[in-house]
């Protein structure tokens, strides 16, 4: 049989659960990996001439029209901080229903913009971890040598100047095998079909993972994605993104690492922009929000305590 018994909690054991096994039954929520998906848009030559600081990853829908103008003109924008060199991506896959409708606006949005990479996996919530390999790809084999990557859901603030400024220090050499965030630790799979998250014995087996950051936005250095990416290959994909990062991260044998307590919140808070200015990301912000509140954050009308 391909998988054991499951590992009772705290043991953790992920190695025989989680490699690759040519005789399984593929369950409907297994993800299809490694799989040849095919760019449909790509970005190739984003770092031909440069290698940035820091490549931006947000995880959009096809549909994302308006959060995506959102977040160029906000936190997104390529020179968001002064002197740091900067590549916004933008990763999206096919969605499952009105695909011909929307690639053909994809396209436009494409050809007007640069800055969307898409393959031809269909765009659902349980592929969300095949967007984030995407995104590993990506800097692999296109940006090997930045120095950071961000990978950050659609719907929240970043203030990539705090982020940049206090946690990644431009000024010091790059950090390698780091990856921070608001990180979980002792937490397992939801098991009942109720939940957007459920997670079946089949697909995996265990009853904890291992320590993980919170998918809205976590930081990475840019060695540590090309090693998350061809570790992928070799371990049985889940549809828990941000959990399955922590998989590999634990087959690689890095900790993550702990950040001041409060800087990444993957919960709603009221905008206050002194608050603000000493976090690093605030989950659910859309658009409508986002692009109201912007300004004033910008705005030098308020001198906030040091």
């Known amino acids: 049989a391909c998988l054991p018994s499951p590992v009772p909690v705290p043991t953790l054991v992920y190695v025989d659960c989680l490699s690759l096994c040519p005789y399984r039954v593929w369950h409907p929520l297994q993800v299809v990996y490694p799989y040849s998906y095919r760019f449909l848009l790509n970005e190739p030559d984003k770092c031909r001439e440069w290698a940035p600081f820091l490549v931006l990853l947000v995880v959009t829908e096809p549909k994302d029209i308006e959060a995506r103008n959102a977040i160029r003109q906000t936190w997104g924008n390529e020179s968001a901080v002064p002197g740091v060199s900067m590549v916004r991506l933008f990763l999206t896959g096919v969605h499952p229903h009105y695909s011909s409708q929307l690639q053909r606006l994809l396209k436009e949005e494409s050809a007007l913009h640069r800055d969307i990479i898409q393959q031809d996996f269909l765009d659902t919530y349980n592929n969300l971890t095949l967007k984030t390999l995407m995104g590993m790809e990506w800097v692999s084999r296109h940006c090997p040598n930045a120095s950071y990557v961000v990978k950050a859901d659609s719907d929240i603030f970043l203030n990539m100047g705090f982020l940049v400024r206090e946690l ?59 090693k998350v990416y061809g570790v992928a290959q070799t371990l049985r994909v889940i549809n828990m993104e941000d959990a399955f990062m922590g998989i590999c991260l634990y087959e690689l044998g890095v900790r993550v690492t702990d950040s001041p307590w409060g800087l990444f919140n993957v919960f709603w808070q009221e905008y206050e922009k002194c608050r603000f200015s000493k976090l690093v990301v605030v989950h659910h912000f859309g658009p409508t929000d986002l692009l109201r509140v912007w300004p004033d954050f910008l705005g030098g009308n308020k001198t906030c305590p040091s």
């Not at 050499?173 to 939940?195: E, H, Q, V, W």
């Open 168 to 226: 990644l220090q431009p000024q010091l050499p790059p950090k390698k095998d780091f990856m921070t965030g608001y990180i979980y630790r002792n937490t397992g799979p939801l098991r009942s079909k109720a939940y957007k998250w459920y997670v079946p014995r089949e697909v995996y087996p265990n009853d904890t993972y291992p320590p993980y950051c919170g998918g809205p936005g976590y930081v990475l250095s840019g060695d540590l994605a090309k």
